[in-house]
Antibody, heavy 120, light 110 residues
């Protein structure tokens, strides 16, 4: 069974940094395009960032550009999201998910999410 | 604010059919695959439809997808109380260089 488990969320003040992690199992992580998607409680889904199988190509949504950095460690089957200069509007549940193939535009599976709360 | 527009809510009686529209443009839906997701409160999204109209293994054939020009549609037939959830469309936008999710639609079974 393909599985993704996020971790690293927490409560922190504006301006601080946080690194989220996602550990994969049940599929060939090293061949997979991976993404972060977030959801403000009670609101819709927002794509945050994506990374190619080897990390050479990274993509960011407008809200993440210049502040967030996506990376991966294929030896550890792990995906990361380094979030700097956090703002209150970054408060959300952050999901890790896999894209079937480049251009497929579909995401499966999804992790359970890790909650990031930014508040003074 | 997403550029993929969905109706906020749709509803129908058990056994009936609902359709959910997802309206975009030539830079997104018009030239890219569309996928659909179901989300129950407190849970992660679940893939329902990929590549405009394909159902992954385990998804009932009551769920269907279609695409025409710059719009996509999710159909649910034989509506059940267990279908009450939020539904989102998604695709790639080549102008923005970003994946997009629709605004989301709540399905209510009357």
């Amino acid at each position: 069974e393909e599985q993704l488990v996020e971790s690293g969320g927490g409560l922190l003040q504006p301006g601080r940094s946080l690194r989220l992690s996602c550990t994969a199992s049940g599929f060939n992580f090293a061949d997979s395009i991976m993404h972060w998607v977030r959801q403000v409680p009670g609101k819709g889904l927002e794509w945050v960032s994506g990374i190619s199988w080897n990390g050479d190509n990274v993509y960011y949504g407008d809200s993440a550009k210049g502040r967030f950095t996506i990376s991966r460690d294929n030896a550890r089957n792990s995906l990361y999201l380094q979030m700097d200069s956090l703002r209150t509007e970054d408060t959300a549940l952050y999901y890790c998910t896999k894209e079937a193939y480049f251009g497929g535009n579909w995401f499966d599976p999804w992790g359970q999410g890790t909650l990031v709360t930014v508040s003074s | 604010q997403s550029v993929l527009t969905q109706p906020p809510s749709v509803s129908a009686a058990p056994g009936q059919k609902v359709t959910i529209s997802c309206s975009g443009s030539s830079s997104n839906i018009g030239n890219n695959y569309v996928s659909w997701y179901q989300q129950f409160p407190g849970t992660a999204p679940r893939l329902l439809i990929c590549e405009n109209n394909k159902r992954p293994s385990g998804i009932p054939d009551r769920f269907s997808g279609s695409k025409s020009d710059t719009s996509a549609t999710l159909g649910i037939t034989g509506l059940q109380t267990g279908d009450e959830a939020y539904y989102y469309c998604a695709t790639w936008d080549r102008s923005r260089g970003a994946h997009l999710f629709g605004t989301g639609t709540t399905v209510t079974v009357l």
